[in-house]
C-alpha cells in the first residue's frame, strides 16, 4: 500500500482515513523499509497533511499501541514541541496543579526532542519512576490522579521510524502524532501546536478520534502552549461542536511578559522549577503559564466553570500546597 500512497501523494492526491491508516500499520509492522517510509513522510509534507490523513493516521498508531485500561474519565494536556520556544515543562507542571484539583491526567510523553527536556526527563529529575508498567499506571491514575505514560514502552513500534526521522531532520506527521495518540484513550485534551494552521484541522481530529472535550491552543509568538507572553489562539471543543476564539492573558489579570522569561533549561534546571512553582516559591510570568494551561485544564473537565473561574482554583491549589503535595505523592508512589 505504501508505494501506491506515494503515487498519489506525488500527484497532490489526498489519501482516504482508511488508507492512511493501512499505510502507518505498514509502517508499524517494522517491515517497511526505510526509504519507503522516508519517500512517504517528505510527500505528504510536501502535499499537505488533511485531516483525514491525520485521523487515519493517528488511528493505525493507536490500534498498534500498549492501550491502558481504565474507566475513567481522563484529561491529557502535551504540546506537540517543535516551536523551538526552549520554555520549561510547562505542560507537565501544569498538570500536577490540575490533579491537585481534581482532574484525572494522564501525561503521554517522551524524552526531549526538539527541547533539552521532555516530559520524561524532568519527571526522572524529579525521582519519579517513568518506566512503571501499565497495571501501575492505572493504579497511580486512580490513587493520585496523575500517571506518565512513556511513548517508548507504550508504542514500542515507533523505533521503526525514529532513525528516518533523525535523519530527515524535517518536521513530519509524527511530529503531530504523539499527542493524539494517548495509550489511555483520553476523553478531554489540552493539545498545544507549533503552527497556528493547525489549530482548527487538530480539533477537528480529535473529534473524528472520539475526544468529547478539549482545547487545541498556539502561542502567537509561536509557542505550543497557552502563554502569558501574547494572546493564544484557541480552537475549543465541547458537545461535538468547535468553536474558535483568543485567550488575552490579560483578560484574567495576568501581565504580558517576555517570550525569554518562560525559558527553561535540562532536565535537572527544569525540574527546580517545577519543585518552585508548585510549592508556591516561584511567582511571575512561569507560575502565570502554569496558571493558565492548569486553568485550561481544570475549565475543560468542569462544564459549570468559567475558564477565570478555572483559572482561581488552579491559583488556590497552588496557594494551598495541594499542588506541592500531589507532585510528592505521585514520586512516592511511583517509585513503591
Do not use: W
Not at 484574567?252 to 535540562?266: A, F, P, R, T, V
Amino acid at each position: 500500500m505504501i508505494k501506491e500512497a506515494i503515487e498519489k501523494l506525488v500527484n497532490k492526491q489526498d489519501l482516504t482515513f482508511d488508507e492512511a491508516k493501512e499505510v502507518m500499520n505498514e509502517i508499524m509492522s517494522g517491515e517497511t523499509p526505510d526509504i519507503l517510509i522516508s519517500a512517504y513522510l517528505v510527500a505528504l509534507r510536501m502535499k499537505g497533511e488533511t485531516i483525514e490523513e491525520i485521523s487515519g493516521s493517528a488511528r493505525g498508531m493507536r490500534d498498534n499501541g500498549t492501550k491502558l485500561l481504565h474507566d475513567m474519565d481522563v484529561i491529557e494536556i502535551v504540546g506537540t514541541g517543535g516551536d523551538k520556544a526552549n520554555t520549561f515543562n510547562i505542560s507537565t507542571t501544569s498538570a500536577f496543579v490540575a490533579a491537585a484539583a481534581g482532574c484525572k491526567v494522564a501525561k503521554h510523553g517522551n524524552r526531549g526532542v526538539s527541547s533539552k527536556s521532555g516530559a520524561a526527563d524532568v519527571l526522572e529529575a524529579l525521582g519519579a519512576n517513568i518506566t512503571v508498567e501499565p497495571e501501575k499506571s492505572k493504579e497511580l491514575l486512580d490513587k493520585v490522579g496523575f500517571c506518565f505514560l512513556f511513548a517508548q514502552k507504550y508504542h514500542p513500534a515507533m523505533r521503526f521510524v525514529g532513525p528516518v526521522r533523525g535523519e530527515l531532520g524535517l518536521r513530519t506527521i509524527f511530529n503531530v502524532l504523539g499527542p493524539l495518540t494517548n495509550p489511555a484513550g483520553a476523553s478531554m485534551e489540552i493539545i498545544g501546536v507549533y503552527e497556528e494552521e493547525l489549530v482548527e484541522p487538530i480539533a477537528k481530529v480529535l473529534l473524528n478520534l472520539g475526544v468529547k472535550k478539549g482545547m487545541v491552543v498556539f502561542g502567537q509568538d509561536t509557542m505550543d502552549e497557552i502563554t502569558p507572553s501574547t494572546k493564544t489562539t484557541v480552537c475549543e471543543i465541547r458537545n461535538s461542536e468547535t468553536k474558535s476564539y483568543e485567550i488575552n492573558p490579560e483578560d484574567y489579570g495576568i501581565s504580558i511578559c517576555k517570550k525569554s522569561d518562560l525559558e527553561g533549561g535540562d532536565g535537572t534546571e527544569n525540574a527546580q522549577i517545577t519543585k518552585d512553582i508548585l510549592s508556591g516559591k516561584l511567582q511571575g510570568p512561569k507560575r502565570d503559564a502554569v496558571l493558565l494551561n492548569a486553568g485550561a485544564c481544570i475549565y475543560v473537565q468542569n462544564d459549570d466553570l468559567t475558564y477565570e473561574e478555572a483559572i482561581n482554583i488552579a491559583r488556590e491549589t497552588i496557594d494551598s500546597g495541594k499542588a506541592y503535595e500531589k507532585l510528592q505523592a505521585y514520586i512516592e508512589e511511583s517509585n513503591k
